[in-house]
């Protein structure tokens, strides 16, 4: 074989460099962002584990029974109907994006498109 120390040298490079992110956070430790919760608020379209882990699919489907199949009412898990709207129903409890939504975003290196088709609420950005 030509080259053998040269491709088993090459092998190594790659590997360091394509493993080195890992290696980097080793030991890291996260801290979850402390955001600012509505005082007003007793509830919330699903429990708060739920929609700490699954709001970006749930607002996904949101957007799909929206806009593609014009239902405009969800039923959570409780039973209760909401109404299918990222500014009616969300941002109506959760309007200071910077303390809110933006805490999270930024700590976890997430930049949603929400934006891109919604305005954001006054006093963001």
């Known amino acids: 074989m030509y080259n053998k120390k040269a491709v ?3 092998i190594v490079v790659f590997l360091v460099i394509c493993t080195a992110p890992f290696w980097t956070n080793f030991g890291a430790k996260y801290s979850k962002p402390e955001v600012a919760l509505p005082a007003d608020s ?4 699903e429990s ?3 929609m700490r882990a699954e709001h970006m699919q749930l607002l996904n489907e949101w ?9 405009r009412v969800y039923v959570s898990s409780t039973g209760k109907k909401w109404e299918i709207s990222l500014q009616n129903t969300c941002l ?4 200071d994006y910077e303390q809110f939504c933006d805490k999270c ?3 976890n290196n997430v930049d949603p498109y ?3 088709c919604h305005i ?5 950005k």
């Open 8 to 10: 088993i040298v090459g």
């Open 42 to 45: 007793n509830e919330c379209v």
């Open 48 to 50: 708060a584990a739920f």
């Open 63 to 71: 957007r799909d029974q929206a806009l593609r199949n014009d239902n």
């Open 92 to 95: 109506k409890c959760h309007s």
């Open 105 to 107: 975003h930024v700590t």
């Open 114 to 116: 929400c934006w891109t």
């Open 120 to 124: 954001l609420p006054k006093g963001s």
